[in-house]
C-alpha cells in the first residue's frame, strides 16, 4: 500500500516520484522531437537532391510562363475545351522557337571551324600589317605588337589542315552541351506544360501556404515578383531586338557582307548577357584581315558596337523592368548585373526579382510607428 514505510524504514515520497516520471516524460517527449526534426531533415535533403537536376528547368519553364501568359490566356479563350489542348499547343510553339534557335548551332559551328582554318592559312601577313601600320598614333605599336600572334595564327591554320579531326572533335563535344542544352529545353518544356495546365490552382494554393506561414503580408511577394520577371522577359526581347537592327545598321554602312543575316545572328545572341560582342568582334576583325576596305571600316564597327549596340542594353534593359515595378534604374541595374554573375542567364530575371523583394520588405520595415494617443 501507498504510503507505507518500506524495508529500510523509510516512507517514500510521492511527490518526487511524479517529478521523475514527469522528467522521464519531457525526455522522451524532448527524443522524440529530435528524431522527428532529423526526419524532416532527413526528408528535406532527399527533395532536394531529387529535385536539385530540374531546378533550373523549372525556373526557366517559370520565367517563360510568366512572359507568356497573357498570350496563353487568349489561346485559352480559342481553345476552351478540351482542357489539355491549349497548354499543350503553347507548348508546342514554345519547343519550336527555342528548336528553330538552338538546333542549327552544331552545325553552324562545325562550319565556321572549317572556314576559320581555311581564312587562317590564306593569310596575308604583308597585307595585314601594312593596313595596322596605315593606322594613324597607334598603328606601328599594332604592327609590333600583333606580328608575333599572326605568325602564330599561320601556324594554326596548318594545325587545322593536320589535325582536322582533333579540331572538329571540339565541335562534338560543342554538340554534347547542345544535346545537355536540349535535355534542358524539354525539362522546362514539361514544365511549362503543367504550369499552363495547372498554374492558376497552384498560384491559390501557393497563396493559402504563405498566408498560413506568414499572415497577410507574405503574398505581396508574389504580388511582386509576377510583374518584376514579366518586365525582365519584355526587356530581354526587345533589348535583342533593338540590338539587333542596330547592329544590322552598322553591319550594312561598314561594309560587313550579308548585314541582314549578321543582324539576325546579332539579335538572337544578344539574348544572352553580352552576347552581341561574340559577333561584331569578329565581323569587325573579318573586315580589317581579310578585305581590302581602310583600317577604319573595322575599327568603326567596334566603336558602333561598343558605343551604340552594347550599350543600348545597359539602357533599355533596366527601363522595362522599372516600368513594370516600382524599382529604381539603378536597383533595376544592380539586380540585373549582380544577377548574371551570380545565376548566369536566369539572372536576368532573378536578380530583379529578389532586389524587387528586399525592397518590399525594406519597405514594410521602414514604415514609422503610429504613436497610439492616450
Not at 507548348?91 to 527555342?98: D, E, V
Not at 540585373?336 to 530575371?349: A, C, E, R, Y
Request: aromatic share 10%.
Amino acid at each position: 500500500m501507498s504510503g507505507l514505510p518500506d524495508s529500510s524504514g523509510v516512507r517514500p515520497n510521492p511527490s518526487s516520484s511524479a517529478c521523475a516520471f514527469q522528467g522521464s516524460r519531457e525526455s522522451a517527449h524532448g527524443t522524440l522531437k529530435l528524431l522527428a526534426g532529423l526526419l524532416l531533415i532527413g526528408f528535406i535533403a532527399a527533395l532536394w537532391f531529387i529535385f536539385h537536376p530540374f531546378v533550373t528547368p523549372l525556373l526557366w519553364a517559370i520565367v517563360v510562363t510568366t512572359a507568356t501568359w497573357p498570350a496563353y490566356l487568349h489561346l485559352r479563350h480559342t481553345l476552351p475545351s478540351p482542357l489539355y489542348l491549349a497548354p499543350l499547343v503553347a507548348t508546342f510553339i514554345l519547343g519550336i522557337i527555342f528548336l528553330l534557335v538552338i538546333l542549327p548551332l552544331p552545325l553552324q559551328l562545325t562550319i565556321e571551324l572549317r572556314r576559320i582554318g581555311d581564312s587562317l592559312k590564306e593569310l596575308d601577313l604583308v597585307q595585314i600589317q601594312e593596313t595596322f601600320g596605315s593606322i594613324p598614333l597607334v598603328g606601328p605599336l599594332l604592327v609590333e605588337t600583333l606580328t608575333p600572334l599572326l605568325h602564330e595564327s599561320s601556324a594554326l591554320g596548318a594545325l587545322f589542315e593536320a589535325h582536322p579531326a582533333k579540331i572538329l572533335s571540339f565541335a562534338g563535344s560543342a554538340a554534347r552541351g547542345i544535346a545537355l542544352t536540349l535535355g534542358n529545353l524539354l525539362s522546362s518544356l514539361i514544365g511549362c506544360y503543367a504550369l499552363y495546365r495547372h498554374g492558376e490552382r497552384l498560384l491559390g494554393q501557393l497563396n493559402s501556404a504563405l498566408l498560413n506561414v506568414g499572415g497577410e503580408k507574405i503574398p505581396k511577394v508574389l504580388e511582386t515578383v509576377h510583374p518584376t520577371v514579366r518586365g525582365a522577359a519584355y526587356g530581354v526581347v526587345a533589348t535583342s531586338v533593338s540590338q539587333g537592327i542596330l547592329a544590322a545598321i552598322g553591319y550594312y554602312f561598314l561594309g560587313a557582307p550579308t548585314p541582314l543575316l549578321l543582324g539576325a545572328v546579332t539579335m538572337i545572341t544578344s539574348l544572352a548577357p553580352w552576347g552581341a560582342p561574340l559577333v561584331y568582334f569578329p565581323v569587325a576583325a573579318y573586315l580589317l584581315l581579310f578585305t581590302s576596305l581602310p583600317w577604319y571600316y573595322g575599327i568603326g564597327l567596334v566603336i558602333w558596337g561598343v558605343c551604340v549596340v552594347s550599350s543600348i542594353d545597359n539602357l533599355l534593359r533596366p527601363l522595362f523592368i522599372s516600368q513594370a515595378t516600382s524599382l529604381s534604374p539603378i536597383l533595376v541595374f544592380i539586380g540585373v548585373i549582380g544577377g548574371i554573375l551570380s545565376f548566369g542567364l536566369l539572372g536576368i530575371f532573378v536578380g530583379p526579382a529578389l532586389m524587387a523583394i528586399a525592397q518590399l520588405l525594406w519597405l514594410d520595415l521602414a514604415k514609422p510607428v503610429e504613436q497610439k494617443v492616450l
